[in-house]
């Protein structure tokens, strides 16, 4: 079975430009999860889709960051314009059931530079 | 203050040692509770899950939650080189999905 994967593996961008990050989740898992981890920090929750609802999106920064998951299969996460501290590691997760006791699956992540 | 701490080492062990890795927390709402390990350019693989307070334990690894002290630990016995990576604790509420993170301790075990 495949993991969770994530597209690209790293991108280098220069302050004011946009990037699309994307994920696709293992098959069947109708929950998705973005996080990030800035440099020296811990992995903080962005948001969280079921299917191709937005269940919580407390975590999201700021209105420059756009998650979509269309048809409730794959996600992207927009960032535009990217600021410096943008930077960081983006994890996508993905898990089959609702509930703090369902068990996320995480991608390896992608790494954004902004410059 | 942070919502989950932990202590981000350096660890450094010698190959066959008993590895203790610690969490603390706040939130008297966590139920469940997590260790990934991380290694290097990889994304977090699930090690041990619990829920609520005592011990679980699979293989080399024993996780341990004491709810009444809000306060994680993770066993490794035997420790191998390949163990080498970083530990990440977390955890989440009973009703919510969001996952809140330590901040990963790095581990060495020296062959």
């Known amino acids: 079975e495949a993991g969770v994967t994530q597209f690209p593996s790293h991108s280098v961008i220069e302050k004011g430009q946009t990037v699309t990050l994307r994920c696709d989740p293992i098959?069947?898992?109708?929950?998705l999860y973005w996080y990030r981890r800035v440099m020296g920090k811990e992995i903080k929750f962005l948001l969280h889709f079921v299917k191709e609802s937005k269940q919580d999106e407390s975590g999201m920064p700021n209105n420059r960051f756009l998650a979509e998951r269309t048809g409730g299969t794959y996600s992207t996460l927009k960032v535009q314009p990217a600021e410096l501290e943008d930077s960081g590691v983006y994890f996508c997760?993905?898990?089959?059931?609702?509930?703090?006791?369902?068990?996320?699956?995480f991608g390896p992540g992608t790494r954004l530079t902004v410059l | 203050q942070k919502e989950v701490e932990q202590d981000p080492g350096p660890l450094s062990v010698p190959e066959g040692a008993i590895v203790s890795l610690n969490c603390t927390y706040s939130n008297s709402a966590f139920q469940y509770f997590m260790w990934y390990r991380q290694y290097s350019r990889k994304g977090p693989e699930l090690l041990m899950y619990t829920y609520s307070s005592g011990n679980k334990e699979d293989g080399r690894f024993t996780a341990q939650v004491d709810k009444s002290s809000k306060y994680i630990s993770l066993f490794i016995r035997d420790s191998q080189p390949s163990d080498s990576a970083t530990y990440l604790c977390a955890m989440s509420a009973a009703t919510g999905n969001q996952f809140y993170f330590g901040t990963g301790t790095s581990l060495t075990v020296i062959p």
């Open positions: 098959s069947g898992h109708d929950n």
């Open positions: 997760a993905s898990s089959q059931r609702t509930g703090g006791s369902d068990t996320q699956y």
